[in-house]
């Protein structure tokens, strides 16, 4: 785990470098939208270092998981704002916003929200890290872990999977048949990836009210995870979705500027990448706790496909 970890890091350090030092992109900001960028910049770093500071405090370390589905609607209509409300702008806005709004519903019902903001539930994989591996029993390692992985790098990678709004600002300012489509995408993807989260919901709600009243676990209860719905096509329909919103997401600066490729993807592209090895990492959790995960892993594909 410690190598994919290393690995993660070094590949957004290494994506970013290329993006900015290398000759494959040009940026050509103009001043409005160089002051944007440094702003939201710097809100990053502020953020991560909160996240950071937090976590060390209090000993939970999802602070970043709380900042996941709220700052990248910081990110865009401080863009948007600053653009003078370019239509374009304001549509991606307004998507992100819906995405972002139904997945804190989905986060707070998990507990991950209080009135206190840095406490609330904390992602088990993290008291699973600190266990299984030896070198994170030592606090100074695991809270290198925490600086540069959790909060560094996952708030980095939100800031760079946002920045497209950014790239778009650059091109035209109509909304055009492209648009609209890339939206209806986009949409319908928040509609699939909310009804993979109510499924799961629904299911471990049961499976847990059927454990605390001490009743029999029978049927799809007694495998202990869902494989029924959207989860018999996809082990993570959730995860799936959330890669194709920002990868669409991409889409929209590819409508304003004309070019497939431009330097804003390297935050999707990241994106995936840290999904594959954060599925494979819960899964290999997943299989020692339950006996049949190994087969339903042999039947069903991680995220699309056959």
Not at 1 to 19: D, E, F, G, N, R
Not at 71 to 89: D, H, K, Q, T
């Amino acid at each position: 785990m410690i190598k994919q970890i290393i690995l993660l890091i070094t590949t957004i350090c290494v994506a970013v470098y290329l993006v900015v030092y290398s000759e494959l992109f040009e940026f050509d900001f103009s001043t409005d939208q160089h002051e944007a960028f440094y702003s939201m910049f710097y809100l990053y770093l502020g953020a991560a270092t909160y996240s950071f500071v937090a976590g060390e405090l209090t000993k939970n370390y999802s602070q970043v998981d709380r900042l996941w589905s709220t700052i990248p609607i910081v990110y865009c209509w401080y863009f948007a704002y600053s653009s003078g409300m370019n239509e374009r702008l304001v549509l991606m806005s307004t998507l992100v916003s819906i995405w972002g709004v139904r997945l804190s519903f989905n986060f707070a019902r998990k507990g991950g929200f209080t009135l206190v903001p840095w406490k609330g539930a904390e992602d088990y994989r993290w008291e699973v890290l600190q266990k299984d591996i030896t070198a994170f029993k030592i606090k100074l390692n695991w809270s290198l872990f925490n600086f540069f992985f959790i909060c560094f790098y996952q708030m980095g990678l939100i800031f760079l999977f946002s920045l497209p709004i950014l790239s778009a600002w650059q091109g035209s300012s109509e909304i055009t048949i492209t648009d609209l489509l890339v939206a209806t995408i986009m949409f319908c993807l928040i509609i699939i990836q909310t009804v993979a989260d109510e499924q799961q919901h629904k299911y471990q709600t049961k499976k847990y009210e059927l454990i605390k009243k001490n009743k029999e676990l029978i049927g799809n209860y007694k495998k202990g995870f869902i494989d029924t719905g959207l989860w018999k096509y996809s082990r993570h329909p959730n995860y799936t979705c959330e890669q194709l919103i920002w990868i669409t997401f991409y889409f929209f600066s590819v409508s304003a500027n004309g070019e497939f490729l431009n330097w804003s993807i390297v935050g999707c592209v990241l994106l995936v990448v840290l999904f594959y090895f954060s599925a494979k990492f819960s899964e290999g959790i997943s299989s020692k706790k339950y006996s049949e995960y190994k087969e339903y892993k042999k039947n069903t594909p991680m995220f699309i496909g056959f």
